[in-house]
């Protein structure tokens, strides 16, 4: 099942519908109670996010770097081009940027606060 789905799937659960035919939970249904109907709402907010968080996520987010792509970004970084900006052009995130450019030897791991 994927997030869609789960979320069709909860938001039926949620309003007092059945999933499947879309008629009205019996009244003496687990899910008509209010605690599970606020259980149901929260999990439902919780997918509804992720979901999101995908869709948001940069087209080249976990694919892998070509050594022409590394010589760009070092390029980038060298010319004080905006981290925000490489990651734009690049359809990465900052964060994979800063990673890259760290594991390339470029710039210095961020400091960790406590």
């Avoid at 209010?34 to 999101?52: C, D, F, M, S, W």
């Avoid at 694919?63 to 490489?86: L, N, P």
Wanted: proline share 4%; hydrophobic share 40%; glycine share 6%.
């Amino acid at each position: 099942m994927d997030n869609i789905e789960a979320i069709k799937l909860m938001r039926a659960l949620a309003g007092g519908l059945d999933p499947e035919s879309s008629q009205p939970l019996e009244a003496t249904s687990l899910c008509r109670r209010p605690q599970v109907v606020k259980a149901l709402n929260r999990a439902l907010g919780a997918l509804i996010q992720l979901e999101q968080r995908e869709r948001d996520k940069p087209t080249n987010a976990g694919r892998y770097w070509s050594r022409a792509e590394d010589a760009q970004i070092c390029e980038e970084v060298r010319k004080g081009v905006d981290f925000h900006q490489i990651a734009k052009t690049h359809n990465r995130s900052v964060g994979s940027i800063v990673a890259r450019l760290v594991k390339l030897g470029k710039i210095a791991a961020p400091r960790r606060v406590a």
